[in-house]
């Protein structure tokens, strides 16, 4: 064991954390000491909030950007660089959804998807790698989805931009891995969140059913757990990519998902 895996003195930003899983992962990177930036739309008073709370000794700062558009993007990056220093830990947390079939498949979904599930991390990553490369330390985690390794029918958009973040940690990392710079991917299987919510409202209806055995049949149609999973346990597997113990996981995409993927 090292005593070196406190995150005291790193600064982490971390987009679309004003909600669920990019806000569970916020407030476990402030816990370990970092200063955090938080990232998206809604309750921004309240995530704030929220992290402050839970922060021991770093700073909580909100950085505003509409992730579809490159030039916020690159602002939101100097104004985080501006107020906690050079990103050291980035997490590319931020995305959407939208559900139809492939032939009906709206054309501004597609590009909305497209954007900010994947091209927005590959505007932070070449925005933040050159001061992780400056100081030889960094860490970045794209929390892409099971649907980054697998398909489910009527999500195309989601299902390519995620395959595609899982690609763009591959590269990522193999351009990164002589240094103490890596790229991960975690994917996720179902977690309860504003995002899911949508899908247990819309599967209620189309079921017949009341929410609560909407999201029953919702997660043991995939999870063989029968079970969630939380924003908590994804958000200590960041803190362990972060970790000493973190430095040789390069390029993988982990799945944490009730078993989804062992079928
Ligand atoms: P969520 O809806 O709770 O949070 C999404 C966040 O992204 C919010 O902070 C929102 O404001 C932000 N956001 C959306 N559009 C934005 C934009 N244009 N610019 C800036 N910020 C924007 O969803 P979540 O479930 O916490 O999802 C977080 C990530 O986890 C997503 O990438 C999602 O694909 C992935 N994921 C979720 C699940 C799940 O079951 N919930 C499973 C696998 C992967």
């Known amino acids: 064991m090292t005593t070196t895996d406190t995150l005291a003195d790193r600064s982490a930003l971390v987009t679309g954390s004003t909600s669920g899983i990019g806000l569970g992962i916020a407030k476990a990177l402030a816990a370990a000491g970092a200063n955090v930036a938080l990232n998206g739309f809604g309750d921004v008073d309240a995530a704030v909030a929220e992290v402050s709370a839970v922060a021991r000794g770093g700073r909580v700062v909100y950085v505003g950007a509409d992730l579809r558009r490159a030039g916020e993007i690159e602002t939101m990056m100097s104004e985080a660089r501006e107020q906690i220093g050079e990103i050291d830990v ?20 597609w590009d909305d998807v497209m954007a900010i599930n994947l091209t927005s991390a590959f505007h932070t990553t070449r925005l933040a790698l050159p001061g992780m490369r400056a100081k030889n330390w960094g860490r970045i985690v794209n929390v892409a989805s099971v649907h980054g390794l697998v398909a489910s029918a009527n999500k195309s958009a989601y299902v390519a931009a995620k395959h595609g973040l899982v690609g763009l940690t591959k590269v990522t990392a193999l351009e990164t891995a002589k240094s103490r710079v890596t790229c991960n991917a975690i994917c996720p299987g179902w977690v309860l969140t504003p995002l899911v919510e949508a899908q247990v409202e819309a599967r209620a209806q189309h079921e017949g059913t009341d929410r609560e055995s909407a999201k029953e049949s919702l997660v043991t149609e995939k999870q063989p757990s029968g079970e969630f999973v939380t924003p908590d346990q994804l958000a200590r597997l960041v803190l362990f990519l972060c970790s000493d113990a973190g430095d040789q996981v390069r390029g993988v995409a982990w799945n944490l998902d009730g078993g989804w993927l062992a079928q």
Request: glycine share 4%; hydrophobic share 45%.
């Open 90 to 109: 980035l997490v590319n947390n931020a995305g959407i959804q939208h559900v139809a079939p492939l032939d009906e498949f709206p054309v501004d979904k």
